[in-house]
């Protein structure tokens, strides 16, 4: 890893209620070492992101947003705009994860607009791409990776890719207890890396952070991490429940040094 920062995000989805959603906050904050030199972030629902944001204080750990609108305060009913997460203490925010993509329906073009705007609001976008058991079947893997990583930074410069953390999620692997092998991994975190120095060149490669989003275990983060393409980890059930999501943080520690 060419000094890239391991980073380690916790995907809530549409888990938890406000008592346990503070409980969880709370004992990550206790349980992180925030000088261990890795980043993490969690990302809770929406509507508990103010109480949780006042839970972690202090503790180095980045508070995000699942999602966001790319338009500014207006008549948007039940969307959530960049302004009003930044006013909850939010910096990050996940754009195109495949639950958006798939249950929800987002296009590429609007998955784009939200990345830009996250950026242009001063916030880290961890982009998610990834393909289907259909698609990887059929051999599309490399395809569909380039294909939702040229679209989703379209018209984002290098100066604002530093802002950008690319989250791999084999949809197959999501939630399914499934995991791309190490090496199934790696080659395509490396693949998404030579294109990234295409599209801007090798030093903006070199420093972009590919993580890992498919089915994340204490079990396997080591494993996955230790690939000298995986820069971390996007994860979904473990962030649940905080011995294995501090696991997985203590997997990404040890990595970085």
Partial sequence: MANRTTFIGGNWK???DAQGGIQLA????????????VDVAIYPPFVYLRDIAAKLGGSGITLGAQDAYFQPNGAFTGEV?????????????????????????????LVNKKTRAALDAGLQAVLCIGETLEQRESGKTDAI??????????????????????????VWAIGTGKTATPEDAQDAHA?????????????????????????MKPGNAAELMAMPDIDGG????????????????????????
């Fill in 234 to 257: 996007l994860i979904g059930g473990a962030s649940l429940k905080a011995d294995d999501f501090l696991s997985i943080i203590r997997a990404g520690q040890a990595h970085q040094v």
């Fill in 14 to 16: 549409m888990n938890t």
């Fill in 26 to 37: 709370q004992t990550l904050a206790s349980g992180f070492q925030r000088d261990a030199g």
């Fill in 145 to 170: 990776n380039e294909h939702q990583t040229r679209a989703g930074l379209e018209g984002i410069s290098k100066d604002q890719l530093g802002s950008v953390v690319i989250a791999y999620e084999p």
């Fill in 191 to 215: 693949k998404i890396r030579e294109l990234i120095a295409t599209m801007y060149d090798q030093q903006a490669a070199d420093a972009i952070r590919i993580i890992y989003g498919g089915s």
């Fill in 81 to 109: 705009s960049l302004d009003m997460l930044k006013d909850c203490g939010v910096s990050s925010v996940l754009t195109g994860h495949s639950e958006r993509r798939h249950v929800v329906g987002e296009t590429d073009l």
